[in-house]
């Protein structure tokens, strides 16, 4: 076991949070932090003593690091990222690795090439109520689960600008918040392909039009998986919600059902439940510190064994996903269909 040493790119909301619980794990030595703004930089810091604030990627990379944690805006994560794969250096990204499949490929393969490890933050596989549930789908509890419904609207929108210019962020609400429901989604089912997919994306109430700078604010999709299964996935900003946030998930199987909601319309507290005909048992509850679960977990995975893990590699087939329901808003080829196994 190495304790790794590890570097921080990006220290604005979320970059700060994951770096605060890798601190508070005591897992990691946080020996370097930069941010484009010297001040979010230097006020990060101040919870990392020993790290030195450097101004670019370069320099971060020169501090003889074992990980770096990019959490800057979603179109930097991709050549960020291969940058510091490239060096030797593992690497935890946020969600989205990349603002297509293209990208998310090509950062993947950087990895590999590299046999570095990657991690992406994709959180709420961390909650207690999606492990609870994941654990009842696995045992065969619920049947075999065919059918999946997933949301998550948002109240408000985004608070910075970048993630209203589709080149910065890679689009609005499907790749902030979809991206979740898609990624748990098909990791629930067991990785499998979706050979299928019809989404509807809406801006202010209109369907909503591709045109490389405005971004939706609502996504609507149906997914059929190649084993016939069917996930629907809705999530949007700024909706009328009646509350805060709604997300939900639900799995139905053929001898149950699975679901977490979010408790009062909180964005941290889930309950999770076993559904069998009307009868409901209580699977998890908060509270649960989840947000930084993700992080910590990598960094304990890093300490282990720095190699790359071919399990990221999953996130090809999210990314190809949500790229078929952006196609389909700009009126292009909508995803092949593949070519199913006898
Ligand atoms: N995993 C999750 O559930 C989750 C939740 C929230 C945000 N995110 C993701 O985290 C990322 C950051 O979101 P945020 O809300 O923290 O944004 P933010 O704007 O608060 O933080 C981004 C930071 O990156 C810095 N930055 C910009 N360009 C840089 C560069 N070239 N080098 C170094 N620093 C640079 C900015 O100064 C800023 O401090 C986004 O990709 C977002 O999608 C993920």
Same mark, same amino acid.
């Given at each position: 076991?190495?304790?790794?040493?590890?570097?921080?790119?990006?220290?604005?909301?979320?970059?700060?949070?994951? &770096?605060?619980?890798?601190?508070? @794990? !005591?897992?990691?030595?946080? /020996?370097?932090? *930069? $941010?484009?703004?010297?001040?979010? =930089?230097?006020?990060?810091?101040?919870?990392?003593?020993?790290?030195?604030?450097?101004?670019?990627?370069?320099?971060?990379?020169?501090?003889?690091?074992?990980?770096?944690?990019?959490?800057?805006?979603?179109?930097?994560?991709?050549?960020?990222?291969?940058?510091?794969?490239?060096?030797?250096?593992?690497?935890?990204?946020?969600?989205?690795?990349?603002?297509?499949?293209?990208?998310?490929?090509?950062?993947?393969?950087?990895?590999?090439?590299?046999?570095?490890?990657?991690?992406?933050?994709?959180?709420?596989?961390?909650?207690?109520?999606?492990?609870? &549930?994941?654990?009842?789908?696995? @045992? !065969?509890?619920?049947?075999? /689960?065919?059918? *999946? $419904?997933?949301?998550?609207?948002? =109240?408000?929108?985004?608070?910075?600008?970048?993630?209203?210019?589709?080149?910065?962020?890679?689009?609005?609400?499907?790749?902030?918040?979809?991206?979740?429901?898609?990624?748990?989604?098909?990791?629930?089912?067991?990785?499998?392909?979706?050979?299928?997919?019809?989404?509807?994306?809406?801006?202010?109430?209109?369907?909503?039009?591709?045109?490389?700078?405005?971004?939706?604010?609502?996504?609507?999709?149906?997914?059929?998986?190649?084993?016939?299964?069917?996930?629907?996935?809705?999530?949007?900003?700024?909706?009328?919600?009646?509350?805060?946030?709604?997300?939900?998930?639900?799995?139905?199987?053929?001898?149950?059902?699975?679901?977490?909601?979010?408790?009062?319309?909180?964005?941290?507290?889930?309950?999770?439940?076993?559904?069998?005909?009307?009868?409901?048992?209580?699977?998890?509850?908060?509270?649960?510190?989840?947000?930084?679960?993700?992080?910590?977990?990598?960094?304990?995975?890093?300490?282990?064994?720095?190699?790359?893990?071919?399990?990221?590699?999953?996130?090809?087939?999210?990314?190809?996903?949500?790229?078929?329901?952006?196609?389909?808003?700009?009126?292009?080829?909508?995803?092949?269909?593949?070519?199913?196994?006898?």
């Amino acid at each position: 076991m190495k304790r790794p040493r590890l570097g921080f790119l990006g220290v604005g909301w979320i970059g700060r949070h994951r &770096m605060n619980a890798i601190l508070e @794990s !005591g897992e990691a030595d946080v /020996v370097a932090i *930069a $941010d484009n703004n010297a001040y979010v =930089a230097s006020d990060a810091a101040k919870n990392a003593p020993n790290a030195c604030v450097v101004t670019s990627l370069d320099e971060l990379l020169d501090c003889d690091l074992d990980g770096v944690v990019i959490a800057t805006p979603s179109a930097l994560h991709p050549e960020q990222s291969i940058a510091a794969l490239d060096r030797g250096v593992a690497v935890f990204c946020q969600k989205p690795l990349g603002r297509s499949q293209l990208e998310t490929s090509r950062v993947i393969d950087a990895a590999r090439r590299a046999n570095r490890l990657l991690g992406v933050d994709l959180s709420y596989r961390f909650t207690n109520a999606i492990d609870a &549930m994941r654990r009842e789908i696995t @045992s !065969g509890r619920v049947g075999r /689960v065919y059918a *999946a $419904d997933l949301v998550f609207h948002n =109240a408000y929108g985004p608070d910075k600008p970048w993630f209203y210019d589709a080149a910065e962020s890679g689009g609005g609400c499907l790749i902030d918040l979809g991206i979740h429901l898609v990624d748990l989604a098909l990791w629930m089912f067991g990785d499998v392909r979706a050979y299928n997919v019809r989404g509807q994306l809406f801006v202010n109430g209109r369907p909503f039009v591709r045109d490389g700078r405005a971004v939706e604010d609502h996504a609507i999709a149906h997914i059929e998986l190649e084993d016939g299964a069917v996930i629907r996935v809705a999530c949007s900003w700024n909706l009328s919600a009646g509350c805060d946030a709604e997300i939900g998930a639900t799995f139905y199987g053929t001898r149950g059902a699975v679901a977490m909601r979010n408790e009062n319309g909180s964005f941290y507290d889930f309950t999770a439940e076993r559904f069998e005909k009307t009868s409901r048992i209580t699977l998890a509850s908060p509270p649960d510190a989840w947000g930084g679960r993700a992080a910590v977990e990598w960094t304990r995975r890093l300490a282990r064994d720095a190699r790359f893990d071919e399990s990221i590699a999953s996130l090809e087939e999210v990314a190809r996903v949500l790229d078929s329901i952006y196609e389909q808003s700009g009126g292009q080829a909508i995803l092949p269909v593949l070519e199913l196994s006898a």
